[in-house]
């Protein structure tokens, strides 16, 4: 099993120019994420699918939208890019709604918006 | 939003040293887990702790969940330089769906 995959690997944008971050799990996961990872910061949640044909915006979902496309999937698209968007993106899964779950993070797509 | 303190920000320690690192929250939590993040990966979970007191090993790595439910800490004995990453704690939020908050990390170097 691959787990979660991310593509692409590596990006460069210029602002106004708009993408779309694919992400696919295939641990047959409920639940799918999408953080951004900045420097001093952490992880910050940006939007989150709980099921397949839900999605719930995270703590910075400003600047982004997303798709569940079905279950496997999860886009996160950013229709007109900024330098503040410059960050390392990572797809995470779980199964979603008990308490003891984990998490399953993708290995990231850094992006940079000049 | 809610916030986690964690220290130290960034150590460097020799091969076979001991590390300690900690965690605090001005809120409860009920869920606090610890992640490791290896240079161009994404986290992998390390320990996760359910209960107030509570105390969990794996391996050379051993964390507890703080009594008052507003801290942790995380060890590890013997470092190895396969111990080099970032380690971020993180608390499950009470009012969301699985949604995990994550603290600011610390960075571990270890010298050979």
């Known amino acids: 099993n691959a787990g979660v995959t991310q593509t692409p690997k590596f990006q460069v944008l210029k602002t106004g120019q708009s993408m779309t971050l694919q992400c696919a799990q295939d641990m047959n996961h409920n639940s799918m994420y999408w953080y951004r990872q900045d420097p001093g910061m952490g992880l910050r949640l940006i939007y989150y699918s709980a099921s397949e044909g839900t999605t719930d915006k995270g703590e910075v979902p400003n600047g982004y939208n997303v798709s569940r496309l079905n279950k496997r999937e999860f886009s996160l698209r950013l229709e007109s890019a900024a330098p503040s968007q410059t960050s390392v993106y990572f797809c995470?899964?779980?199964?979603?709604?008990?308490?003891?779950?984990?998490?399953?993070f993708g290995p990231g797509t850094r992006l940079l918006v000049l | 939003g809610q916030q986690l303190n964690q220290s130290p920000q960034s150590m460097f320690i020799q091969e076979g040293e001991d590390v300690s690192m900690n965690c605090t929250s001005s809120s409860i939590f009920n869920t606090w887990l610890w992640y490791k993040q290896d240079p161009g990966e994404g986290p992998v979970l390390l320990i996760a702790?359910?209960?107030?007191?509570e105390l969990t090993s794996n391996g050379r790595l051993t964390a507890q969940f703080g009594i008052t439910r507003k801290d942790s800490f995380l060890n590890i004995s013997a470092s190895i330089p396969s111990d080099v990453g970032i380690y971020f704690c993180?608390?499950?939020?009470?009012?969301?769906?699985?949604?995990?908050?994550f603290g600011t990390g610390t960075k571990l170097q270890v010298i050979p």
């Open positions: 993180a608390v499950r939020n009470s009012g969301g769906y699985q949604k995990v908050t």
């Open positions: 702790l359910y209960k107030a007191g």
């Open positions: 995470a899964s779980s199964n979603g709604g008990r308490v003891q779950e984990t998490q399953y």
